[in-house]
């Protein structure tokens, strides 16, 4: 005999209870309808979803911040963001357009969005994209934690 807390404790089924996985069109912010400006929005690394994901993800046991994976299955490109508001039309979401280019998505186009928990980084690593860095006085001030 099984107690229910033997059927759905098993292990398949935790790795699916907390998971949304959606398909939407996808527009840039521009396209937005509304007074305000969302330039703001351009610049970030997060998206406008519609009112039905709230809800959704309001009953999955997700960790917070949200974070979601977003996949173009046509060209296999993917990065990940968080989101900003619940206010897009339904079917639709809103990208930063340097987001939809690097995913190789037009106005329109599908894009998978799965809910996910990233690590924190523990170490990076840059690299100074012009001599123009070489002209900061002290360089080590600016790209180390205060």
Known sequence: MYS??????HPMSRGFQ???STQYR???VSMLAGPNDRSDVE????IIMPP??????????ITYPMLFKLTNKNSDRM????????????GICYLPHWMMQNLLLEEG?????ESVNLMVATYSKFQPQSPD??????PKAVTSKG
Do not use: M, P, W
């Open 4 to 9: 229910f807390s033997t059927v759905f404790d």
């Open 52 to 61: 039905s994901a709230l809800d959704h993800l309001s009953r999955l046991n």
């Open 79 to 90: 990065t990940h963001c968080g989101v900003l508001e619940f206010v897009a039309d339904e």
């Open 109 to 113: 186009g599908l894009v998978q969005v």
């Open 43 to 46: 610049k970030g690394g997060k």
């Open 26 to 28: 996808c527009y840039s």
């Open 18 to 20: 907390n998971r949304f």
């Open 133 to 138: 860095f070489l002209d900061i006085t002290n």
